[in-house]
């Protein structure tokens, strides 16, 4: 059955998400008002005329599309909980099953599933349209399909599972659920950070060792020069779906591995890969792999422990329009996720204020270890330049945003 009327904590969460569109929506206005400054001199040259108005319209067209997606699904979203969607969708979840455990399943399944379609016109417009007429895409159709197949496959099967898992602790083991929950997460997010290269990237990238020859040598001599312990050189065919370029460190123990993009290759000259490798390699010395684990476990212990004192409250699952006098688990998800939102804010610019910090200790490494920041500079110049990077973000915009430093003060940075 369904509650009358619209309760204060239903307007509150309208609330969050309408101040949310707000803030988003000026943040966006002012990057896009940093086109117009001029280019410093570090970066003089970077872009000529032409290529400066491609970049900018590039970013106007995401800039576009962005605002049509962002206003499209927040009016979507305040619709669905003003007209009660989720306990409509509770509602007829709860016609087919009563097992608490296939309840979640179900619920969240077709709440995904839902989701996913309405958003497919603005990820295929994105894909096939932006990146495509910006030079940018190189994913066909088939790709994208299977992409899409294998995505499902694994979400269900290890989101499934998470999610059972978890419903099933709330069941089973009353207050202390959060504490099994936790240290499931935990296992999980060592687990994946582990084997994430060598188990779901193969799904649909090839990965090849390195082959023999120069490089490599040059690689190798410098991993024996800074006593790092490289065995995993893999480059990705990345150019299977995109022509920009990356590359990053994965993997614990054993398992550590670096991937480079194999239109990292094409562009870069060795020295400049180098250098990038060398930033890699900074992370692992820096321990930024470590830390951000252990503070992103933090971080889930504390959303699960809050999580459980608001859980049970019956004014949660009345929230979205399900008269109850009892919680319901899935319904009271949603609902805390939408009241946890403005602190979820906080601790994502937390971890932005680290990951930046972590960006610009991994250069100074690689400029102290392979004794200049030249080489790292014109790598990141070329990065920026093929990507049709935005010189001079916003600073506000960088700020709640960037999780690496933009390029103008990472180039300030190594030039000292």
Same mark, same amino acid.
């Given at each position: ?38 280019? $410093? ?27 049509? &997606?962002?206003?499209? &699904? ?33 619920? @969240? ?5 839902? &989701? ?9 417009? *994105? ?16 790709? =994208? ?20 898992? @978890? ?12 504490? =099994? ?6 296992? !999980?997010?060592?687990? !994946?950070?582990?084997? =994430?290269? #060598? ?9 090849? $060792? ?16 800074? &006593?790092?312990?490289?065995? *995993?050189? @893999? ?14 460190? #994965? ?44 503070? +992103? ?16 409250? $019956? ?24 009241? =946890? ?10 971890? *932005? ?6 960006? @610009? ?7 102290? +270890? ?47």
């Amino acid at each position: 059955m369904l509650t009358e009327g619209t309760p204060m904590l239903t307007w509150l969460m309208m609330a969050f998400i309408m101040l949310d569109y707000v803030f988003e929506s000026v943040l966006d206005y002012l990057n896009a008002r940093s086109w117009d400054l001029p280019t $410093p001199p570090e970066l003089t040259g970077l872009y000529d005329e032409q290529r400066y108005r491609k970049a900018r319209s590039y970013h106007q067209a995401k800039a576009r599309l962005s605002r049509i &997606s962002s206003t499209f &699904s927040t009016i979507l979203m305040l619709a669905f909980l003003y007209l009660k969607g989720f306990a409509w969708m509770y509602l007829w979840v709860d016609g087919v099953t009563a097992h608490p455990v296939a309840q979640a399943l179900l619920f @969240f399944g077709a709440f995904a599933v839902l &989701s996913d379609i309405i958003g497919l016109p603005f990820e295929w417009y *994105n894909i096939f349209v932006i990146e495509e007429k910006f030079g940018f895409n190189k994913m066909t159709w088939k790709t =994208y399909l299977s992409d899409k197949l294998k995505g499902y496959l694994i979400g269900a099967v290890i989101g499934g599972t998470l999610l059972a898992a @978890f419903a099933w602790f709330y069941q089973q083991t009353g207050a202390l659920f959060w504490l =099994y929950a936790w240290g499931l997460f935990t296992a !999980f997010t060592l687990f !994946f950070a582990t084997f =994430y290269t #060598s188990l779901i990237v193969p799904l649909f990238n090839q990965l090849q $060792p390195l082959e023999a020859g120069s490089l490599r040598e040059k690689i190798e001599e410098y991993a024996r020069k800074v &006593s790092f312990p490289l065995h *995993n050189i @893999f480059i990705i065919d990345g150019s299977k779906r995109s022509t920009k370029a990356n590359a990053y460190f #994965s993997g614990l123990g054993s398992k550590k591995t670096i991937v480079l993009y194999d239109t990292l290759l094409k562009d870069h000259t060795e020295e400049e890969l180098i250098s990038i490798l060398a930033h890699e390699v900074g992370h692992y010395k820096k321990k930024h792999i470590h830390q951000g684990m252990v503070i +992103s476990v933090l971080q889930t212990g504390l959303l699960l422990y809050i999580l459980s004192v608001f859980i049970k409250e $019956p004014m949660l699952t009345q929230a979205l329009g399900l008269n109850s006098e009892t919680a319901v688990f899935p319904i009271g998800l949603v609902a805390f996720s939408l009241l =946890y939102s403005p602190i979820s804010i906080v601790t994502g610019l937390m971890m *932005n204020i680290f990951s930046r910090k972590n960006e @610009f200790e991994a250069d100074r490494f690689a400029k102290e +270890s392979t004794g200049t920041g030249e080489h790292l500079i014109s790598s990141l110049k070329k990065l920026s330049a093929n990507n049709l990077s935005n010189l001079q973000p916003d600073r506000w915009y960088v700020f709640f945003h960037y999780s690496h430093p933009p390029l103008l003060e990472r180039v300030r940075a190594l030039m000292k």
